[in-house]
């Protein structure tokens, strides 16, 4: 009887991790946290779809020259030439740099948005809206802890 409790109970587990398997293997593939300095805020942003506070962001109020590198994985991904500010409280670029990101639909909260992901290391950064003022027309709305800013020297 012990033995086939034990049995049974193996069996439950190799399944339940054969079926999670590709799953893991997928994810793990285009998800990688590869900064072990990230603190929980800001893997909760980058690898679980959260969202900072508005007007929390240090990177509100910079306007050196430079660029936005993932905080993750070190890739470029803006030029401060590309910052403008909102006023929704997020730092906001009108573009990114050329393969910096990939981006995916994301119908949460009964909306439809497009969000993007480094495409180096898969991580959430923001959404990206049609309504910016600049000729792009496009708003990608940044969470600041996702971004880290090597001003030009
Ligand atoms: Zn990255």
Sequence with gaps: MIFRRNFLKLLS???????????????S????????KLSKTQKDIMFNESTERPFTSKLLK????GFYHCANCN????????KFDSGTGWPSFSEALPGAFKTKIDYSFGMKRVEYHCATCGAHHGHV???GPSATGKRFCSNGLCLIFIPEN
């Excluded at 587990?13 to 994810?27: A, D, G, M, R």
């Excluded at 593939?29 to 072990?36: D, F, H, Q, S, Y």
């Excluded at 910079?62 to 020259?65: A, P, S, T, V």
């Excluded at 890739?75 to 590309?82: D, H, I, T, Y």
Aim: glycine share 0%.
């Design 13 to 27: 587990f190799s399944c339940v991790l054969f079926l999670s398997l590709p799953y893991k293997l997928l994810s």
């Design 29 to 36: 593939a285009t998800k990688k946290i590869i900064n072990p």
């Design 62 to 65: 910079e306007d050196r020259k």
């Design 75 to 82: 890739a470029k991904l803006f030029a401060s030439s590309a």
């Design 129 to 131: 809206f049609l309504d």
